[in-house]
């Protein structure tokens, strides 16, 4: 449940037995109330002198003239501080006297004002009220009871707004936590997404944008052992271009690499999501098949090679195409080499050629 939905009451769990027992600790039993309550009358007549003189003194403390800014909040809370002498002397202590002690202590704490200013601003209140009653109550009219009863009464009304001063902070506390938490979720996740992306870039080829020999020897290390564990097929194709070095020698290095990132393209776009394309080294490039036949692995090779053919249609490619079995090809370089030299095979045969 949010904090919205509850009382300050509910949120402190104060209860009449609460309330009780605290009235019990302070010495405030209901003798001493109902001798607070028959000076009501006298506190009314003077409550206008009483918060006069108050806000007089507190507003020379800088500190406290900053926090109630301007003269509208002044006479807010000049109001509010005249029912709240008045209900001093009210005789009542219920739930509502308390929820109002805690009401106060929350608007405090939210506005900034300091433990200590607070203690000093009671301390001011209550020095009022005792000379307003020491000049109008005789030492035999039961005085020095009445400003004990006073005094335990202030204690139990600063015990309910230091209660939500902590409160407050404990929930600040617990507020601070969960965002750091979260800040700490959203940190880890954004470093696992980074790590994880410079993970991928040791993987790929910076030309080609392919992955690279390092990662072909592990997706090929992983592939294979689900051939062998499931009992799947897997067809891995070798290829290079025909001459290459001709070319660079004859066009020069950066036609050679617009031919290489041509070839990146045209795989990306001719092969499965599950399908792997890497740049073995220089132009040489192998592709792993999973779960694919050496037939099918054939139609792709053609269809790389057509569409190679339609940009460069003066060079060809040579394929060299092996499938892997659960008792065949079970060592990444055997299948590798395999490939390699069917490869060359297809080499000695004039145009674009694949080898199985």
């Known amino acids: 449940m949010r904090r919205t939905d509850t009382t300050l009451l509910e949120q402190m769990k104060i209860t009449d037995v609460e309330i009780a027992n605290r009235k019990g600790l302070?010495?405030?039993d209901t003798a001493a109330l109902k001798l607070l309550s028959e000076y009501k009358v006298l506190i009314e007549d003077n409550v206008d002198a009483i918060v006069d003189e108050f806000y007089k003194k507190q507003t020379e403390i800088d500190e406290i003239s900053l926090l109630i800014g301007d003269a509208d909040t002044l006479f807010r809370l000049r109001?509010?501080?005249?029912?709240?002498?008045?209900?001093?002397?009210?005789?009542?202590?219920?739930?509502?006297?308390?929820?109002?002690?805690?009401?106060?202590?929350?608007?405090?704490?939210?506005?900034?004002?300091?433990p200590k200013l607070y203690l000093s601003a009671v301390k001011t209140l209550k020095e009022l009220i005792i000379k307003v009653l020491k000049n109008n109550v005789q030492p035999k009219d039961n005085l020095e009871m009445l400003l004990r009863a006073?005094?335990?009464?202030?204690?139990?009304?600063?015990?309910?707004?230091?209660?939500?001063?902590?409160?407050?902070?404990?929930?600040?506390?617990?507020?601070?936590k969960r965002k750091t938490e979260e800040y700490a979720k959203i940190l880890e996740a954004k470093v696992a997404e980074r790590t994880y992306q410079l993970e991928e870039l040791t993987k790929l080829d910076p030309l080609t944008n392919l992955y690279n020999r390092r990662a072909?020897?592990?997706?090929?290390?992983?592939?294979?052992?689900?051939?062998?564990?499931?009992?799947?097929?897997?067809?891995?194709?070798y290829f290079d271009i025909d001459n290459f070095k001709k070319i660079n020698d004859s066009q020069g290095h950066i036609k050679g690499d617009e031919i290489l990132q041509s070839i990146g393209q045209i795989l990306k776009d001719n092969i499965r999501e599950i399908d792997i394309a890497c740049r073995y080294g220089g132009d040489e490039f192998c592709l792993i098949f999973p779960e694919c036949n050496i037939e099918n692995a054939k139609i792709v090779c053609k269809k790389i090679i057509k569409n190679f053919n339609l940009k460069y249609p003066d060079l060809s490619l040579s394929f060299g195409v092996v499938e892997?079995?659960?008792?065949?090809?079970?060592?990444?370089?055997k299948i590798i080499r395999d490939a390699d030299e069917k490869m060359y095979q297809a080499k000695k045969e004039a145009g674009s050629n694949i080898r199985c």
């Open 79 to 114: 109001n509010a501080q005249r029912k709240y002498v008045i209900d001093l002397f009210s005789g009542d202590y219920d739930i509502e006297y308390v929820n109002n002690r805690l009401r106060i202590g929350m608007v405090h704490k939210r506005i900034g004002v300091e």
């Open 150 to 176: 006073l005094d335990n009464l202030f204690y139990f009304d600063t015990t309910l707004v230091f209660d939500t001063y902590i409160d407050s902070l404990v929930g600040e506390i617990e507020s601070a």
């Open 216 to 237: 072909l020897e592990d997706f090929l290390n992983r592939e294979l052992a689900v051939v062998k564990r499931r009992g799947a097929g897997l067809s891995l194709v």
């Open 26 to 28: 302070l010495d405030l």
């Open 324 to 333: 892997a079995t659960p008792n065949k090809y079970i060592d990444n370089n």
